[in-house]
């Protein structure tokens, strides 16, 4: 059976809830770092935190899969996604409310994930995130793609985002001048 590695990674400005999501497919055996490091997908997401973000990311690229054939092994540093088959039921049977009976935050996409997921073959298999290089396996090469890929990303959007708030700016001045 043919499989497929999916790597996916988030990074977020807290202060901002501004985050940007990476994720990468690779198919076939011999994968090089260097070729696939043009083949990262990074998107930007609004009002959003490190939990949401690992998931919108997930679920993002999953819809990039035109049809699901084959297994796909899905990499993630997010402990909330390699949790969330093992707190389906719960959740379920509490109507995804907490024990205050509020609704928990992110239900939707916990709904889109388990909708989605149910239809696939998949893997999830975590990812001990930011290992030095000698410690770094071919997968941890590769996750390596996406987290700088979602890093760069936030910095480039922050230092833009300062950029345009350091620009010097014309105030008109009313009854200032007679």
């Given at each position: 059976m043919n499989e497929i590695i999916l790597l996916t990674d988030g990074s977020v400005n807290t202060q901002s809830?501004?985050?940007y999501g990476a994720y990468l497919f690779v198919s076939g055996p011999g994968f090089s770092p260097d070729l696939l490091q043009t083949q990262v997908k990074v998107k930007r997401f609004e009002q959003t935190s490190s939990t949401k973000l690992e998931l919108q990311t997930l679920l993002w690229a999953l819809g990039e899969i035109p049809t699901p054939t084959a297994k796909i092994i899905i990499y993630t540093d997010s402990q909330n996604i390699m949790g969330l088959s093992g707190r389906r039921a719960r959740f379920e049977q509490n109507?995804?409310?907490?024990?205050q009976k509020r609704r928990l935050n992110n239900y939707q996409l916990y709904q889109e994930f388990f909708r989605i997921t149910d239809q696939l073959d998949y893997e999830l298999i975590k990812v001990r995130g930011h290992q030095k290089s000698q410690q770094k396996n071919e997968i941890d090469q590769l996750?390596?793609?996406?987290?700088k890929a979602s890093r760069q990303a936030l910095r480039e959007d922050k230092a833009e985002l300062s950029s345009l708030s350091a620009r010097p700016r014309l105030i008109p001045l009313k009854g200032v001048l007679k």
């Open positions: 809830k501004t985050g109507d995804y409310r907490s024990k996750f390596t793609l996406v987290d």
